[in-house]
């Protein structure tokens, strides 16, 4: 059974799976809530939405959609609905929660109360108009570094750690 609705978003956001950065406004959902009667494998079958997302402007005529878990897709509209401090407050957990970058703040001497600190006071307000193109291409890049770093971790797995000290 396909349940169809519309879904908002009052600012620009990100899903699992899918590079870009997809513009605040209406969704049209597709939603399969129960598994179709030709699934080989009903029990193992997850509820899925599909997204009908906006088309660009270099390709106004192509329509496109987007099959992603509705998990995600709640997870995404849930964090829509949060203030700029509860955001700050997700993003801050989401990354203190990542091995990578606690293996960075350890070599870069950062605290966990540094960070917070960080974080708990609200960004100039010339910093909160970065454009979406902008923090698209940041994702990118931060995911770039991240898989990097990981090559490089998993490289030098079994060799000894060397610890530079920072001069003041």
């Not at 997809?22 to 193992?44: I, N, Q, S």
């Not at 291409?137 to 570094?145: D, Q």
């Not at 991240?146 to 060397?162: K, T, V, Y």
């Amino acid at each position: 059974m396909v349940s169809r609705t519309t879904a908002t978003f009052s600012r620009a956001f990100t899903l699992p799976g899918f590079d870009e950065m997809l513009p605040a406004g209406e969704y049209d959902l597709e939603t399969e809530l129960a598994a179709p009667l030709d699934h080989l494998d009903p029990e193992g079958w997850k509820a899925s939405v599909r997204v009908y997302l906006h088309p660009r402007g270099s390709h106004p005529g192509l329509s496109r959609s987007l099959t992603v878990s509705l998990a995600d897709l709640e997870f995404a509209l849930t964090k829509d609905g949060l203030s700029d401090t509860d955001l700050r407050h997700a993003f801050l957990e989401g990354m203190l929660a990542d091995p990578l970058v606690r293996l960075l703040m350890q070599a870069d001497q950062v605290s966990v109360a540094e960070l917070r600190r960080l974080y708990a006071s609200p960004p100039p307000r010339e910093a909160r108009r970065v454009k979406t193109a902008e923090l698209s291409s940041m994702a990118k890049a931060l995911r770039t570094f991240a898989d990097r770093l990981a090559i490089q971790s998993a490289e030098n797995e079994g060799m000894p750690i060397r610890y530079r000290h920072r001069s003041s």
